[in-house]
C-alpha cells in the first residue's frame, strides 16, 4: 500500500512516522509520501491561495498546484484520490476495509475555506469527513484515515487483535483489566480470574452488549453497522 498525502502543512505529519505506523514504513511494509502542495503552484510566489469570487471571508486554495501535484504523482489515475473535508461522507470502518483494497491512496488536505470546486470536480473521487465537527485543516482527518487504513497492512498488527475484532461485530469493546488485582480498593472482577473461558466469554459478551445498549443504541438497532 502506498499513501500520497498532499498538503500546505507538511511538517503536520511527523506523528504519524512515530508508533506503530511509522515501525511499517520503515519495515517497508506501508509507503507515506508527504508532498507539499506549495512545490507545485506556478506562481512567482509561491502562493496557493486566493481571495473568494462572490467574497466573504477567509482565502480559498487554488486548484492549480492541487491539479499539477495529482497529475505528477498520478498521472494514469491509478489511485483512489479522497478530499478530506467536513462535506464528505462520514467516515466509518466498513470504508476503510474498502479502501484498503486499493493500492495507491492519494489524500488532498484542504486549509482555510478549502479547495476551488474545480480542482474537487476535476481531480477527486470521493470526498470524505471522519465526523460532524470543523478543524482548521484537512491534515488531522488524512492521519485518521491513514492510521485506519494501516491497521490492515499486512504485517502492521498482529492476525490475533484482527481477528479479535470480527468477534465482536456490532458491539463496542467490553472493559479491560490488567494486574494489580486491586487498585485504589477496586478489584479485577472476578469472573476474569476464575480461568473458566466459557464464564469469560459469556461476561464479555453481557458487558460489550450492556455498553453498547448505553453509549451507541443505534449500533443494536436493524441496520446497525461495522464495528
Ligand atoms: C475542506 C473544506 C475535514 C477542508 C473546508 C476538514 C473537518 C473535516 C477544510 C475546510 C476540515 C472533517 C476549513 C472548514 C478543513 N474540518 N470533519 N477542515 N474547513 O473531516
Redesign the pocket.
Known sequence: MRITILTLFPEMFSPLFGSIVGRAVKEGKLAIEVVNLRDYTEDKHLKCDDYPFGGGAGMVMMAQPVGSAIEAIDPKHEARRI??????RT?RQEKVFELTEYKHLVLL???????DQRAIDLFIDEE???????????EL?AMVLADCVARYVDGVLSPESLVQESFSENLLEYPHYTRPVEYRGMSVPEVLRSGNHAQIDKWRREQALAITRKNRPDLLKDGGEVL
Not at 478530499?83 to 464528505?88: D, E, Q
Request: proline share 8%; net charge negative; glycine share 24%.
Open positions: 478530499y478530506l473535508s467536513p462535506k464528505g467516515f488536505c484542504g486549509h482555510y475555506e478549502g479547495i470524505i469527513s471522519i465526523g460532524d465537527y470543523v478543524l482548521t485543516g484537512g482527518p
